[in-house]
């Protein structure tokens, strides 16, 4: 898990947020072993921002990944940050319920839940009678 978080802060430095100055970083290990990072990258026209775990998601689904072990969330925050609603959403479809995600900050403070306790009774693919 530290080595997530390290890489989950270092892609962070990347991270392209002039209108909040809010940076995030996330970083991805599949079942596989493979990992994936991502940053935030904010736009002029605010709502066209990409969260850092979108990142994260699109290079894990470009490289033939789908199924997230852990993912690690890092932002200068005085608590652990929280993924937003919206990437609760994105990580659970790629998710088990017990797939694992660490909310932390630059500080090392880290707490460790559950996709199924950030988003319990979640929409999703079986919800579409999919597998
Ligand atoms: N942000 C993320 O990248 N992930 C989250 O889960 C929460 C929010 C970004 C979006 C925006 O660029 C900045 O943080 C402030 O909301």
Redesign the pocket.
């Known amino acids: 898990m530290s080595d997530l978080f390290e890489k989950a802060r270092m892609v962070r430095e990347n991270a392209y ?1 002039p209108y ?1 100055k ?1 940076k ?1 970083g996330a970083a991805i290990r599949t079942v596989n072993g493979l990992e994936f990072v991502g940053c ?1 990258v ?1 736009n002029a026209a605010y709502p066209e ?1 990409i ?3 979108a990142g994260a998601i699109g290079m894990m689904i470009a490289a033939g990944e789908n199924k997230i072990e852990e993912i690690c ?1 890092v ?1 200068d925050s005085p608590d652990p ?1 929280a ?2 609603g919206g ?1 609760r959403q994105k990580i659970s479809e790629f998710s088990t319920p017990t797939t694992s995600v660490v909310l932390s900050n630059l500080n090392g403070e880290r707490i460790r839940r559950t996709i199924k306790e950030l988003l319990p009774d979640s929409f999703g693919p079986k919800d579409l009678s999919m597998k």
Do not use: D, H, L, Y
Request: contains cysteine.
């Open positions: 947020a909040s809010f995030v935030n904010e921002g969260c850092a775990e969330i932002a940050v993924p937003c990437c």
